[in-house]
Structure formats: C-alpha cells, structure tokens
C-alpha cells in the first residue's frame, strides 16, 4: 500500500503565501502522477492541481497564476505552493496519487487524510 501523508495547512490572512508538503511512503516501485484536490464544507471535492511522472503540471482555472504544483522524487513528496491567497481558497486539501506497487504492474489511486487550509477574510 502507499500511505500519504499532507502537512502545512493552517490560518493565513488573504494576500499571504503557503506551501502544502505530501509525502508517499509504502512499497511502490513508481508515482506516475501526483494531484492535489480540495473540498470546503458543503461542495464538490474538486481537483486543483496535478503533476506527471514527466513533470508536466496543469491547474484549475482558479488558481492558475496564483498556485504551483511541483515535486521533489528523491524525497517521494509533491509540494503546493498557494500565494495570493484568497477566502474562497479556504477547504480541506487533500493529495491524492497513482502509484504501482513493487508486488503489481497495476497502477492504484491513494488518497491522504487532508490538511485544512483556512484563509481569513
């Protein structure tokens, strides 16, 4: 299995900067993309960001400019960089991830607890 593991949400004032960290950790062989997703109370869990094994990278209308996706593969572990920070931003921001597993040719999909981000009006 791969377990995910978000950090970095926390209370900022609109305007201002954060950068959500998950790392992967189990018994994969590759991650071949890497995504992060967020829900706020009462809507659809939506996709924000998404990167590939080739580290190809694309975004949700609102937040293109403003978000950056990237990942670091030596430390297994996707970084979202969120600057100019809006209230509507504010949702629990989830990774989520298709991996292959060392036992498997397959490729599975994996989700992280989430890490609440809330972004103060």
């Known amino acids: 299995q791969v377990q995910l593991v978000e950090s970095g949400g926390g209370l900022v004032q609109a305007g201002w900067s954060l950068r959500l960290s998950c790392a992967a950790s189990g018994s994969f062989s590759s991650i071949y993309v890497m995504r992060w997703y967020r829900q706020a109370p009462g809507k659809r869990r939506e996709l924000v960001a998404a990167?590939?094994?080739?580290?190809?990278?694309n975004y949700a209308d609102s937040v293109k400019g403003r978000f950056t996706i990237s990942r670091d593969n030596a430390k297994n572990t996707v970084y979202l960089q969120m600057s100019s920070l809006k209230h509507e931003d504010t949702a629990v921001y989830y990774c989520n991830a298709d991996a292959r597993l060392t036992s498997s040719r397959y490729g599975f999909n994996y989700w992280g607890q989430g890490t609440q981000v809330t972004v103060s009006s």
């Open positions: 990167i590939f094994s080739g580290e190809t990278s």
